[in-house]
């Protein structure tokens, strides 16, 4: 018999516009323990953040309505937000990326270069989580 997880008691905002990647990365860090927040374009995703003070985003670049690095940079100018962990999830090439953020401290994920679990391993790693 399979026992649930503990709860982790650590809130993750995914804003993604792929609803099936979307689904698979909630699915996966919610049967982790996490408290999972879902948004499908980037207004939404900005909206949610402010709101509700997630302790990690999962963001990816390339969205509707606002995209990923506006989000991110509106995010910076918010007291709360210039410090919350990033991970910025896209189909843009390392150094593209790279290029985009600077020099911040946000991690970024190739998505064609990961597993869920490896992103699993990544939100735990950010958050001081074993």
């Known amino acids: 018999m399979r026992y649930p997880k503990r709860a982790i008691e650590k809130t993750i905002l995914i804003i993604e516009d792929d609803a099936v990647l979307l689904w698979a990365l909630a699915k996966t860090l919610s049967t982790e323990g996490f408290i999972v927040h879902k948004a499908t374009d980037g207004e939404a995703g900005l909206e949610l953040a402010v709101r509700e003070h997630p302790d990690l985003i999962l963001l990816d670049i390339i969205m509707p309505k606002m995209d990923g690095l506006t989000v991110l ?58």
């Open 73 to 130: 940079k509106k995010l910076r100018t918010d007291q709360w937000g210039k410090n919350v962990p990033v991970i910025i999830l896209t189909n843009l090439s390392a150094a593209d990326t790279a290029k985009d953020i600077g020099n911040k401290s946000q991690e970024y994920l190739v998505k064609a270069e990961w597993k869920l679990t490896d992103v699993v391993e990544k939100v735990k790693k950010r958050l001081k989580i074993k």
